[in-house]
């Protein structure tokens, strides 16, 4: 028997006229929670197919953080807040960091004394050093969360994940491979059904790719153990176990819910930000520089900010 639909309807006054607005209890639905998981043709294996997105917040910090106003923050006055530094001020309310509950099992992240150290630095200076900044690969998990939609193309023995963020991609082996050997930003995967759930072992990642955007790292021995389990036919839980040792004191794992997008025929768009960063990673090397001031008036709520940029060679740049 199909479950009944059980409306809320909420009335509100606007401008006089009364509107009318249904909204549907969660997991009510006539196809909710009791529909069957689809299955791949030919095969007992969950039919995981279609374009896929978290819509959480995570991806600023896995360990959760209350409200911050930048993602780059100046000393406050004594005893007061830190505020927005230079490169993110003119941002205001565009540039702040909303509050998230986390994704980490447990809440923490065991770090080393020594790794959590070096953690808390990158947190410091992560407008400059989080590489997804500069459009490079986001990795494993990372690449899950970040908030874009990715599209899985499924079949019996590859598994394919198209992101929409910097046209990242990658193939899950489900039959038997060679490891390539030689480290990648998206790593290496093969993967396994254990029942409902798939199971993808992660190896071969760069060790310069992040877990977010608080600085949250790990070196170049990470093994991902993922397991991607589908709970409706709308929804998967995505699970990651992370192994470092030369990070972490022990292993650890978090927890994102991914939600189908069910548009007419839906699709990945990509986001093709490399081109967009040319100016950040190249424009020191220019004779001439393109950007040289900004100055902006936000009336008697702000005032006039200007901001004179200049640009020179790094250290490396000198001395290749």
Not at 121 to 134: H, I
Not at 289 to 302: A, I, M, S
């Amino acid at each position: 028997m199909p479950v009944s639909v059980h409306n809320l309807v909420v009335a509100i006054a606007v401008g006089g006229a009364l509107l009318a607005l249904t909204a549907f209890q969660p997991g009510r639905e006539e196809t909710g929670g009791s529909a069957p998981i689809p299955r791949l043709d030919g095969t007992t294996h969950p039919d995981i197919q279609g374009v896929w997105q978290a819509f959480s917040e995570v991806e600023h910090n896995l360990e959760g953080q209350a409200t911050q106003a930048s993602a780059v923050l100046h000393p406050g006055v004594s005893g007061g807040n830190p505020v927005p530094h230079a490169p993110a001020l003119a941002l205001g309310a565009w540039g702040g960091i909303p509050p998230n509950a986390g994704a980490v099992v447990g809440g923490a992240i065991p770090y080393r004394p020594e790794t959590l150290a070096h953690r808390n630095e990158n947190r410091l200076n992560a407008l400059t050093r989080d590489p997804v900044v500069k459009c490079l690969m986001p990795g494993v998990p990372r690449a899950t969360y970040m908030g874009y939609p990715f599209q899985i193309t499924q079949g019996p023995e590859k598994v394919m994940i198209a992101y929409g963020f910097s046209n990242a991609g990658r193939t899950i082996h489900l039959d038997e491979v060679d490891a390539p050997g030689i480290e990648a930003w998206m790593g290496h995967s093969v993967g396994r059904w254990e029942g409902d759930t798939l199971v993808v072992e992660v190896t071969d990642l760069v060790g310069e790719t992040w877990f977010d955007r608080s600085g949250n790292f790990h070196s170049a021995g990470l093994r991902v153990t993922e397991r991607y389990t589908p709970i409706t036919p709308y929804h998967i839980q995505y699970g990651a176990t992370i192994d470092d040792p030369a990070v972490f004191t022990e292993p650890w794992s978090i927890s994102v819910p991914l939600y189908q997008r069910m548009e007419d025929q839906p699709r990945v768009l990509e986001y093709r930000c490399v081109e967009m960063v040319e100016e950040l990673v190249y424009g020191h090397l220019r004779k001439e520089p393109l950007v040289q001031h900004w100055e902006g008036d936000y009336g008697r709520r702000g005032g006039t900010l200007v901001i004179d940029i200049t640009r020179r060679p790094t250290t490396e740049d000198l001395n290749p």
